[in-house]
């Protein structure tokens, strides 16, 4: 069993930034940021692979948004530049054990309680 912790959410103006955090309490394989707007399906925003570091990311965030990991923290991070009201939304921390990592939710068995970003134009 792995319990993911977030933290980081908040309220930001269009153009601000925020940074995400999500600690995990085991082992990890894969680990993804997801997010979920009002009346809309849960979408992959960012993932990447503990081990190796590679990551891979939505178009809608690519170049504004920073997937990293400290190992020895068990931690992944979320950094997020250039914000726009689009982004708002609850973001899951997600994180999968058994060797896949892609952009679907049930590529993940453990997902946190979610963290509300809310940017304003």
């Known amino acids: 069993q792995v319990q993911l912790e977030e933290s980081g959410g908040g309220s930001v103006q269009a153009g601000g930034s925020l940074r995400l955090s999500c600690a995990a309490s085991?082992?990890?394989?894969?680990m993804a940021w997801f997010r979920q707007a009002p009346g809309k399906e849960r979408e992959g925003v960012a993932r990447i692979y503990i081990g190796s570091g590679n990551t891979d990311y939505a178009g809608s965030v690519k170049g504004r948004f920073t997937i990293s990991r400290d190992n020895a923290k068990k931690t992944v991070y979320l950094q997020m530049n250039s914000l726009k009201p689009d982004d708002t939304a609850m973001y899951y921390c997600?994180?999968?054990?058994?060797?896949?990592?892609?952009?679907?939710?049930?590529?993940?068995?453990?997902w946190g309680q979610g963290t509300q970003v809310t940017v304003s134009s």
């Open positions: 997600a994180a999968g054990t058994g060797g896949i990592c892609a952009f679907r939710s049930d590529a993940y068995r453990y």
């Open positions: 085991g082992y990890t394989y894969c």
